[in-house]
C-alpha cells in the first residue's frame, strides 16, 4: 500500500523531529492551563467550556502541523522523486492528510484527560455533551488539516503556507459574526460558511447532521484542490 | 529503448529545448553532454515524467511518457541532480520507504535492499540518520534510491557533481558495473567522465542537439586539426608574424609571463610543423616548450558549444 507507506514516512518524519514533541509541550501547557482557569471560576464538572477553547487552540496549532507537509518536499527536491515514482498525487495527499489527521487526534487526545478527572472528582458526570463535543473536534480536525494541506502545495516555503491557513482559517472562523453586522440573507449565508458556527453546538450536545456534512464536505473540497494543485506542478 | 522526437519545452518564452531527437538503444549508455544551462537537465526531466513537453514525443520502453506515465515509472530509476533526501530518516527506513513506493513487492523487499547496499557500498552506515551523512554517501544513497525497484532504465543527472577525486572514481565503476544490464542517460559537463563511462555522446547547446556520436569518432575529430602548446622566448614583438605567415596555422590563448608567451598553436595538418619550426627558429625566437595538446573530447566539445559556432548543426553519424 502506497498510501500507507507515505503515512508512515510522515508519521517517522514528525516523531524523528523535535516538531512533535514541542506542539504537544506547548498544547498541553496552554490547554492545562485554561482547564484550572475554568474549573477554578465556573466550579461547574463541565467540558463545554474547555472543548470551546480547545478548538481554537487546535485552530492555532494546525498551520504548524501542516505547513511542511508538502511545501518542504517541494523545497527539498523530494517532490522530484515522489513525482517520477508510481504514485499518484491523490495518494500523497491523502496519505500525508492521514498520517497529520492522527497527529492531530493525539492531540486533542491530550485534552480526555481533563474528562477522566473530572469523572474521578463527580461520578454524575454528562459524557453526552462530551462525546459530541469530542465528535465536533474530530471533524472540525479534518477541516483544520485539509485547508493547511492545501495551503501547503501552494508554495515552498514553510512560514508562507502556514499563514497561508493560519489567515485562511481564522477568517473561515471568524466569519459567521457578519450576521449580527449584516442581518440579512448574506449574514446567513456567511454563518453557514463559518466553522465557529458550525462547531458550537457539538459541545452543546447537539450532532446535527447537516454540520457533519458541511466538516466532511469542507474537508473534500480543500483535499481535492490540494490533488489538483499537485498535479498541475506536473503538467504545468 | 528510449526514444525521443522533435521534443520542445518553453519556460514561457524562454526556449529550453528546441526539438531534440534521439534513442537510446537497449542496454546501451548514452552520455549527455553540454555546458551549463544548455537543456540536459530539463530533458531528462521531460523523460523522468516530471516536467511535461511544449510539444514532440517521447517514450520509455515502448510506453509513451504523457500517455502511460505510470508504466514508465515503474521502468526507470532516477537521480536528480540534488539527490532526494529525507535528513532525518535514517538510511534503511529511507530505503524502505521508497521501496513501498516503487512497487517492490514486500517478499521481495529484503532482497532488493541486500542488494542495493552492496552495490552501493553504503552497508556500514544504514542505521545512520541521513542528515549525518557525507556528500559521497548522499550520493550514492541517491543512487541506491534510483536502483531499487530494479529499472530497466537509469537516468542519473550528474551522477559525480561535487564529489572528490576517490568518490569520483568510485561512482564510474559503480556506474560502469551497472551498464552491463541497465540502459543508462548520463549528463555531464565533465568530459573525462564521458569518455569513460559511455559509448555514445549526445552533445546539446542552448536547447539543441550540436553532435551526436560514438566516443571515439569525435575524439578523432577532434585530432582532425592538431593543436599544441607552446612556450617561446621570443626575439621581437612580432613574433606572431612567423607563426601566421605559414597557411593555415593559427594561434590562440596567448598568455605573457615576462619575456616568455604561452600559447596554444593550431596547424592544418602534421606537415606544417617542420616548416613552422625552421621559420621561427630562423627568426631567433626560442623555445621552451612544444607539447601535443590533448586532442580529445575537449577540443570538440569547445568548438560545438562556443556560441558563435553553434547555428550551424554538426551532425556526423556513423552507422
Known sequence: MKVLAIVKKELQTYFFSPVAYIIFA?????????????????HLASMKETLFNCAFVLLLASPVLTMRLISEEKRSNTMELLLTSPISAAEIIIGKFLACF????????????????????CPT????????????????????ISFGLFASTVTENQMIAAMISFGGLLTFWLIGWSKHALENTMGEFFSKLSLLERYWEFPNGMVDSGNIIFFVTFSLIWLFLATRV????RWR | MIEMKNVTKYYGNFCALGGISFSVAD?????????????????????????????????????????????????????????PLYPEMTVKSYLNFIAEIKEVPSSKRRARLDEVILRTGIGDHIKRIIGTLS????????????????????ILDEPTVGLDPNQIIEIRGLIKNLAADHTIILSTHILSEVSMTCKRVVIINEGHIVAEDSVENLEKQGKATTSYKVGLKPAGLDWKSSFESIPGVSIANVEEFGNRVDFMMR?????????VFSSVVGK???FTEISPARASLEEVFLRLTKSEESQPIERSKTS
Open chain 2, 284 to 286: 631567433g625566437h626560442i
Open chain 2, 135 to 154: 556528500k559521497g554517501y548522499r550520493q550514492r544513497l541517491g543512487l541506491a534510491q534510483a536502483l531499487i525497484h530494479n529499472p530497466e532504465v537509469l
Open chain 1, 230 to 233: 499537485l498535479e498541475s506542478d
Open chain 2, 27 to 83: 542496454g546501451e549508455v548514452l552520455g549527455l553532454l553540454g555546458p551549463n544551462g544548455a537543456g540536459k537537465t530539463t530533458a531528462m526531466r521531460i523523460l523522468t515524467c516530471f516536467l511535461p513537453a511544449t510539444s514532440g514525443v517521447a517514450t520509455v520502453a515502448g510506453y509513451d511518457i504523457f500517455e502511460d506515465s505510470m508504466e514508465v515509472r515503474r521502468r526507470l530509476g532516477y537521480l536528480p541532480e540534488t539527490p
Open chain 1, 102 to 121: 492522527f497527529v492531530y487526534l493525539l492531540l486533542m487526545g491530550v485534552t480526555l484527560q481533563y474528562a477522566l478527572i473530572l469523572s474521578s472528582y
Open chain 1, 125 to 144: 458526570l454528562d459524557w453526552g455533551p462530551i462525546t459530541s463535543g469530542y465528535i465536533g473536534l474530530i471533524l472540525l480536525g479534518a477541516s483544520f
Open chain 2, 267 to 275: 596547424l592544418p595538418d602534421e606537415s606544417a610543423y617542420d616548416k
Open chain 1, 26 to 42: 506547548a498544547f498541553s501547557l496552554v490547554i492545562g492551563f485554561l482547564f484550572w482557569l475554568i474549573l477554578m471560576s465556573t
